[in-house]
């Protein structure tokens, strides 16, 4: 049988290889698969299969998975099925021809030593075992490695590699299934990006995750004593134990550009003691022939290298920046007089190595990068300070740089300086140094095999300099000379090339540790190796291309923002009747009640399918901004409204939620849990108010239909976004939403069926996960039931988890919650404080924790938040506090009369308890639905609840509370209705002056018609 972990990824890959997977010529076997296996940890383990058909290779291939899997016990983390797509036979004297005209490591296809493919080796284990892979610029057979792998792949005593023994080269396809990422990856086939993932379109998410992950990987390469774990060689998990001192400064300042990006508390904390260890030990303060003191960085051989002194600026300048401190100040400037130290005052020239501590000249140039980083670290640091002096010394390096045409070297560096100086000092002879530095550079550019991540800076630095010169009516004929579509192309190529440097988990699993590079970024033709400067460079470039995206995106995004290309994008629709010129909509309404101006509306031309049906829709004011259906008859029926045809209304509504949620540029939050919801909801969109624009759920729109409602109807600019998930088709939601942060509340004994338990409940509730990328951040109730279900289905999903509760465990833990005043107590993150909280009850208190969960998660400061929790109210329906005349007697309703579930019943109950009140408290119940068949039983046990929590009197409606009205002592028996008419007369018989009145129940039980109707028939107070 197998295991569960397998038959679902098995299931994941299945669709597409029955898809793409094509028979062979009759020379070979009809198919081919490959079925390669990995926990994640270790080397994946390879079985492949052979069959007429693709559902026999298919069936024979899963049998040997699962046997591998059942003999080796893995628990199987990634799944990667291969097919082969194309064979040809030739013999190991011509393969050797033509490796020797392939560079090292870029020989992108597969071998067989035989026509059957019994024993075959796909292009990913051939480089990961460095069976191609020689000393020599090309590729070649390395015969070692090559039977080491054999002998372990498919048991082979012996390779013979003799000139005239056939070998058969293959190319494939593939498909590749995670547990930690929902649905299947298309692997490219053959070419430059085989065996990674398809990607059509660079989008921010991408660029995002790249940016995210590879930070994240240099925070776990730090140390604890702030050294750096240099690099490694990946195809045996060997360690570089050499160390430089200059690349540790650098990739220090790649951490900093990530870490504005992403906020990653891991990566901060690394990066003060990458700092700390760089400060207190590779800085050396060195007294100066002219008596004052400078600073530089030693690196070994103790030599002090000009480029050394220029990063060291930038990391401890961008640092000062980011975190507001001063500390460094004087520092900076000691390094700052280090490397004018190395120029020469008349020339702007720079030496490039002196000695220590001697500070004798060691060697007056070493290579061009050290001119461009000592001058770069100098403009930043007059950026931050406004010195001129180090103004002064960046324009005499120039006009050196300029007689010496250094822009012949095409340097980074370079780029990056005179992008930073045409700032300040905008002058035409700087901007033509800038423009040669790249303008004959870009075919190199954009046909380079290798990765080369610096280039990707270089145009980087390079188009923000172009930005600014077609906005200067006096410069811009700079540009005349320049094919500005032949630069943007270079750029969007080089970035994209990127992608192919990248330890994605389908190639990662090919190598000897897969946990330790995935998410890394790798130079190929080095055997893969991964140093720091090499991924401080991939991230320095895409961090760069991540702000230039949103840069893009935010100038042609408008206030209303589908427009009609993009609706035809999003639904693959046809406009019947084409909207005007300039035409734009706000977004979509599929609900006459939220109607708001701008919006589209979903025609329902069907019953029961979602919409608004036509007539509600011809008598709209003021009318909608088009209308979307998929019956073409009643266009007519519209009049001058445009009209888009769509072959499916519902999965329209679908297809514009996953496009407008693929635009956002802000953070997303999903909350779920079984009672909170809303109400957490509104908590946290009000909180986040205090740091910028926020949208949030409306109309208790939390099914798959209503979420994409929801998110097509929000500014993709918006910086905060939060939208409520129901437990129904919660993978559909969790797709559609792909939340940044997801809160989970709880899990109660709601939505049971016949056969469901609370354990499934949670573990459905839990598939909003599948929407989240790894590393993004779960909120979960350290108090819930089913925690460890939750919990593990979030570190499996590769989630950083976060714990709010009364429990020591917890991130965020409530200490003591006072209800007579509303203060709460709590211990956040180590640090205790206390804070005025404006809703009542307990549940609101740990409400609050969640809050203050996700805001710290946002990278925010917690006061503003707690500053707006303590004026936040209680929302209708879900605990709000009324003071209502009622037959001429004055009572207060707490209505929390929206649902009701065995948990949310307790907490209102004890919400009740917690009222400061001399008079008598009393309870109004309406039956809890979707309990399974033990629903009798959980009302009978709100009895004790009823108990503990003090209640005088108990009305109840409904035959579910038969049993437990019989266990209510005499003195708590209020009223135990079969029908809310009934219920209403009781209310008005046995309700005093001074009654503090709760109202709960399911929403279906109409318990809330009742608040309604004492708000409406008898008026609230003022």
Known sequence: MLTEALAALLAEAQPAVARKAHALSASWPSFVLFFSLSDGAYRAEVVSSTGATVDEAWDKGVQLANELVAA????????????????????????????????????RHGLSLDGEFKYAFLEAELNGNAMLYETTPHAAINSKNFKRYAHLRHKLADVDFADDLAVHVFSSAGVFASRAEPGAHLLNGSGLNAGRRAIERLEPKHVERLVDTGGRYLATQVQPNGRFHYGQHPCFGRSINAYNSLRHASSIYAMLETWEVTRDEQLKAAIDRGIAYLVDTLIKTVELPSGGSAAFLLDEKDELKLGGSGVCLLALVKYSQLTGSSKYLGLLEKIALGILFMQDPATGKFVHVLNFPSLSLKQAFRIIYYDGEAAFGLMRLYGLTGDPRWLEAVEKAFNHFIDAEHWRAHDHWLSYCVNELTRYRPLEKYYRFGIKNFADYLDFVTRRITTFPTLLELMMAAEQMVSRLQQDPELRQLLVELDLQKFMRALHTRANYLLNGYFWPELAMYFAEPAKIVGSFFIRHHAFRIRIDDVEHYLSGLVAYLNYLHKTENANSDITHWTPSSIVEATEGVWLKTPPENWTATGLCIYAPAMADGNMVIAQTEKGKAGIRIPHIQKMLPPPAAVITDFPGPQGEFGDLPVLHVPDSGEAILAMGRYARAQMKGKVMAVTGSAGKTTTVAMVADALTAYGDTAKSSHNANLPHGVSWNIASVNWATRHVVMEVAVGKMKISAQIVQPNIAIFTNVQSAHLGSHSTITDIARTKSLIFQGMTPGSVAILNRDMLEWETVHSAAIERGLKVVHYGTTPESDLQLIEYVAADGEVRARIHGKEISYKLAATGMHAAL??????????????????????????????????????TFNGRRITVCDHAYNANPGSMKAALEHLRDIRTDSRRIAVLGEMRELGPNAEEFHTQLER????????????????????????????????????????????????????????????TGIHRIVAWIKEGNGQSQ
């Open 72 to 107: 080796s016990g893995m628990n199987v983390e990634w799944l990667r099925v291969d097919w082969v797509d194309s064979v040809e036979a030739t013999t190991w004297a011509d393969l050797r021809q033509r490796l020797r005209e392939t560079k090292r490591n870029y020989f």
């Open 847 to 884: 409400n609050s924790l969640a809050v203050l969960a996700a805001v710290a998660a946002l990278g925010y400061t917690l006061e503003p938040a707690i500053e707006k929790l303590s004026h936040f109210a209680a929302l209708p329906g879900r605990g709000e506090a009324l003071e209502l």
């Open 945 to 1004: 609840v009823v108990a503990d929590c003090g209640i005088d009197a108990i009305y109840a409606v409904g035959s579910l509370y038969t049993e437990f009205w019989q266990r209510l002592p005499a003195e708590r028996r209020g009223h135990h209705a079969s029908s809310l008419e009934e219920l209403k007369i009781a209310l008005q018989r046995g309700l005093a002056d001074g009654d503090v009145v709760l109202f709960k129940g399911s929403n279906s």
